[in-house]
């Protein structure tokens, strides 16, 4: 399985930008599918994953109210809507797969199958 990620690049505070996340082969259901970012100097952190199954959504405080996470099962691919960008969402995003049911959302370890990073860049 492959993720690749797409759809980074420059914008202004207060705008948006949507990345992709498409897999090279199906989801199974019991899995979930997510972003991490990571900013220079920091860890990488939690951004939001969405249930295969089902649909359930789960969003870092940082970003809730302004980005959205969603699916297109027949394109198998992840989207992430990001709207009022700050300067504090400037980082590396990743695409990450679990490769089995979804138990610690914001737990790293729990996603076993990454994506090449993704820049976004905002300025002020």
């Known amino acids: 399985v492959q993720l690749q990620a797409s759809g980074g690049g420059v914008a202004q505070a207060g705008g948006y930008l949507r990345l992709s996340c498409a897999s090279s082969?199906?989801?199974?259901?019991?899995?979930?599918r997510g972003w991490f970012r990571q900013a220079p100097g920091k860890e990488r952190e939690f951004v939001a994953t969405i249930r295969w199954n089902g649909g359930n959504t789960y969003y870092a405080d940082s970003v809730k109210g302004r980005f959205t996470i969603s699916k297109d099962r027949a394109k198998n691919t992840v989207y992430l809507q990001m709207n009022d960008l700050k300067s504090d969402d400037t980082a590396v995003y990743y695409c990450?797969?679990?490769?089995?049911?979804?138990?610690?959302?914001?737990?790293?370890?729990?996603?076993?199958?990454w994506g090449q990073g993704t820049l976004v860049t905002v300025s002020s």
């Open positions: 990450a797969s679990t490769n089995g049911p979804l138990s610690s959302y914001r737990d790293i370890d729990q996603y076993k199958i």
């Open positions: 082969t199906s989801t199974f259901s019991s899995n979930a």
